[in-house]
Each structure stands twice: as structure tokens, then as C-alpha cells.
Nanobody
Framework: QVQLVESGGGLVQAGGSLRLSCAGS????????LGWFRQAPGKEREFVAA????????SYGDSAKGRFTISTDNAKSTVYLQMTSLKPEDTAVYYC????????????????WGQGTQVTVSS
């Protein structure tokens, strides 16, 4: 399994930006798909974005399109989620995930999860 550690969450005003980081270790990440999910209180976990480690294939959930960007830094074994134009409804715990199968990850069944980082957007 891959070990994932998120960072970068916090409190931001509506309209602001935030960048989340997820550092991976334990396996060679070159064959993995990395992704971000989020879960707001009382709601189901939601797919946000995914990217193949090579960076040549990525996808976004509807809530992220046009506002969020996922990227990788191979040298740092880190995947980022740059979030802009944040809204109060973006408030959630954001989780990093990894799997050898892009399909399994996007379906919300990855083999590895991070511990989560809280993002709070105030109005």
C-alpha cells in the first residue's frame, strides 16, 4: 500500500484560494492514479479530482471543474489540489487517495487513503 499524508487545509474566506498537498510514500508511485475526495458533514464522500502519476491523464468531478486543478511533483512524490474561487459549500474534509486502477479510484474504492485535512470556507 501507499502511505499518504495530506496538508494545507485551513480556514479561508469565500472567493479565496487554497492549495492542498498529499505526499506519497511506500511504493513507486509511477504506476498509480492519485486523487482527491471530500466529505462534508452529513453528506457522502464525493469525488473531486484524479490524475495519473505521469500527469498525462486527469479528470474532475462536477464541483471542481473550472475552479480546481490537480497536479503532481514527481521529485517530491506529492500531488496537489489547487482550489480557487472557493465557496462555503466547498467546506469539507478533503482526502487524498491512491490506487493502481484509475477506475477503482474514481469509483471511490482506492486501496489507500490519507487521514484527511479540513477545509473551511467562510461566507
Amino acid at each position: 500500500q501507499v502511505q499518504l499524508v495530506e496538508s494545507g487545509g485551513g480556514l479561508v474566506q469565500a472567493g479565496g484560494s487554497l492549495r492542498l498537498s498529499c505526499a506519497g510514500s511506500g511504493r513507486t508511485l509511477s504506476r498509480y492514479t492519485l486523487g482527491w475526495f471530500r466529505q462534508a458533514p452529513g453528506k457522502e464522500r464525493e469525488f473531486v479530482a484524479a490524475i495519473r502519476w505521469s500527469g498525462d491523464n486527469y479528470s474532475y468531478g462536477d464541483s471542481a471543474k473550472g475552479r480546481f486543478t490537480i497536479s503532481t511533483d514527481n521529485a517530491k512524490s506529492t500531488v496537489y489540489l489547487q482550489m480557487t474561487s472557493l465557496k462555503p459549500e466547498d467546506t469539507a474534509v478533503y482526502y487524498c487517495a491512491a490506487d493502481l486502477s484509475s477506475r477503482m479510484l474514481v469509483l471511490g474504492r482506492p486501496g489507500s487513503w490519507g487521514q484527511g485535512t479540513q477545509v473551511t470556507v467562510s461566507s
